[in-house]
């Protein structure tokens, strides 16, 4: 990293540092902290066959399996041979050897909803799990559930990964990754888009994932912001260095107000890169635009709450009253 990358990337440490310190973030030692048990759903399927929490079977079989209503003799039967399958047993066995324990996933999570049912008073607190759903959806959430399918974070490297997942795919399945898209998913769940966007343009999804990240930072300060994002440290470098030119860009295109979904899914779906700036910028790298939006707007709205903040739907008026500039970085 080149001396004036050095000192931006210093500087922007400084000013979240700032920011996590600042009063409205500060989380009183009174507040209380939740008891969060994670359920090794995982275990008590692959070892009996079914699992005693009711609602989560449910959703289990008929959602993330989808392998037909719950109690159905064929559902069973299904559900029979996912779990004897030789694979799938030998992924289970390796699931036990990275996930051996959840005391430190515990650990970190209840701090992170503390702080976040101290930001959001009446935010629920979910039962949180762990399963297996053959390399499915990383993370589900439901009325009073949440879990991870931990057979995807066995780590960037698994065998199993390579024939399966992309490289750029492969690079969030890691073992630390787990408590930060936990908290993610559970953080969208109470704040869809569809609840706080008050409309379905670019400018729209960029706020609104400007305002899960900027949430996400005050509830696990600890975590690097690289991971918060779903990047890797020079992933994280390369927005930095380019917020000028991205935000630039979507003006040339004159993209900011653009609906169209195929312009969206570009700037914000996964993918290896992101098509309308460089080969070398990562998937979604739009929404560091987004984010430093919400930085500035909160750095200017002094008396404006987290909760405040997620709830003010129009996009517009938080482009408008952030005053944003972008940072030309170290071009």
Not at 58 to 83: D, S
Not at 95 to 109: G, M, Y
Not at 177 to 197: C, K
Request: glycine fraction near 4%.
């Amino acid at each position: 990293m080149n001396h004036r990358k050095s000192v931006y990337c210093l500087l922007l440490g400084c000013l979240l540092t700032v920011a996590c310190t600042e009063k409205r973030y500060r989380v009183p030692s009174s507040s209380p902290e939740p008891d969060i048990c994670i359920q090794r759903y995982d275990r008590e399927f692959f070892e009996k066959g079914s699992i005693n929490d009711t609602a989560f079977w449910q959703l289990y079989t008929e959602n993330i399996m989808q392998a037909g209503e719950a109690g159905l003799p064929e559902t069973h039967a299904f559900m029979e041979v996912f779990r004897n399958d030789s694979d799938m047993r030998q992924v289970w066995n390796d699931c036990q050897r990275v996930f051996p324990s959840t005391h430190k996933t515990e650990r970190k999570l209840q701090k992170a909803f503390r702080r976040l049912c101290h930001f959001v008073p009446d935010m629920p607190v979910p039962i949180v799990g762990m399963h297996l759903s053959g390399f499915g959806q990383s993370i589900v959430s439901a009325p009073d559930r949440l879990s991870a399918s931990i057979d995807k974070y066995l780590g960037c490297s698994y065998p199993y990964y390579e024939d399966i997942f992309y490289d750029y795919q492969r690079r969030r399945m890691r073992p630390e990754q787990l408590t930060a898209d936990y908290m993610n998913g559970w953080i969208r769940s109470e704040f869809t888009n569809e609840s706080i966007m008050a409309g379905q343009r670019l400018l729209d999804y960029l706020v609104y994932e400007g305002k899960i990240l900027f949430l996400l930072r005050q509830v696990l300060p600890a975590e690097p912001l690289e991971r918060l994002a779903g990047w890797d440290k020079t992933q994280l470098e390369w927005c930095c260095d380019n917020e000028q030119r991205m935000w630039d860009r979507i003006l040339e295109y004159e993209h900011l107000y653009s609906a169209d979904p195929l312009v969206l899914s570009k700037y914000i779906g996964d993918g290896p890169f992101t098509v309308y700036f460089t080969e070398e910028a990562p998937a979604r790298a739009a929404i560091w635009v987004g984010y430093q939006i919400v930085v500035q707007y909160m750095a200017v709205q002094k008396q404006c709450s987290l909760l405040e903040l997620m709830m003010q739907t129009d996009a517009r008026v938080i482009l408008r009253q952030s005053c944003y500039r972008p940072s030309k970085g170290k071009h």
